[in-house]
Each structure stands twice: as structure tokens, then as C-alpha cells.
């Protein structure tokens, strides 16, 4: 899996977190439920969703930098989102 790499400055940071990018999401006016399955439930139907999203990386920025736990945010579940996180931390300590 590709690490995504973080905003380089904190302005650049906040404006790619602000909250004005949900108003351009393809699931916005949707049932949000499909981002939340049950366990054992397949989120494909998410993802899909996500896949050609505009956007998709503002997002997945959003979900990593709030620590949402739980739903598909980027088209990422909550375990892929982790993993993007160990990856950034283990970069940031060898540098």
C-alpha cells in the first residue's frame, strides 16, 4: 500500500481539512449507512462509491487527522486508515 504523504505546512493542512470539500463529496445527500457496516458486512459498495470521488484524498486527510474510528472515509476502512498512520509514524522517526 502507498503511504500518502502529509500536507508540508500547517496552512496548507487546514485548507485541505476545512470542511467546505463535503459539499463537492459523491455521497453527500446519500445513505450514509453503506460507509458504516457491520461487522462481517462487505463495504464494497463504499468504496466503489469513493473510488472516483474528487474528493477522495481531502477525506481520507479528514478521517486520518480526526482519528474517526469507525466508516469508509477516502474509500478506506478504518483498519487501512491505521496502517497509513503506522507507516507516516515510522517515516517521521527515521528522518
Same mark, same amino acid.
Given at each position: %500500500?502507498t503511504?500518502?504523504?502529509?500536507? @508540508?505546512? +500547517?496552512?496548507s493542512?487546514?485548507?485541505?481539512? @476545512?470542511?467546505? &470539500?463535503? /459539499?463537492?463529496a459523491? =455521497?453527500? $445527500?446519500?445513505?450514509?449507512? #453503506?460507509?458504516?457496516?457491520?461487522? $462481517?458486512?462487505? /463495504?464494497?459498495?463504499?468504496?466503489?462509491? =469513493?473510488?472516483? =470521488?474528487?474528493? +477522495? %484524498?481531502? =477525506?481520507? *486527510?479528514?478521517? #486520518?487527522?480526526?482519528?474517526?474510528?469507525? $466508516?469508509? &472515509? $477516502?474509500?478506506?476502512?478504518?483498519? *487501512?486508515?491505521?496502517? #497509513?498512520?503506522?507507516? !507516516? !509514524?515510522? #517515516?517521521?522517526?527515521?528522518?
Amino acid at each position: %500500500m502507498t503511504v500518502l504523504n502529509r500536507p @508540508s505546512s +500547517k496552512a496548507s493542512a487546514e485548507s485541505e481539512l @476545512s470542511e467546505e &470539500w463535503q /459539499n463537492l463529496a459523491r =455521497c453527500r $445527500g446519500r445513505n450514509l449507512e #453503506i460507509f458504516y457496516p457491520q461487522r $462481517g458486512v462487505r /463495504n464494497a459498495s463504499a468504496k466503489a462509491l =469513493c473510488q472516483d =470521488c474528487e474528493v +477522495k %484524498m481531502e =477525506c481520507l *486527510e479528514y478521517a #486520518i487527522a480526526h482519528e474517526e474510528r469507525f $466508516g469508509i &472515509w $477516502g474509500g478506506l476502512s478504518e483498519r *487501512e486508515r491505521r496502517k #497509513i498512520m503506522r507507516e !507516516r !509514524r515510522k #517515516i517521521a522517526t527515521a528522518s
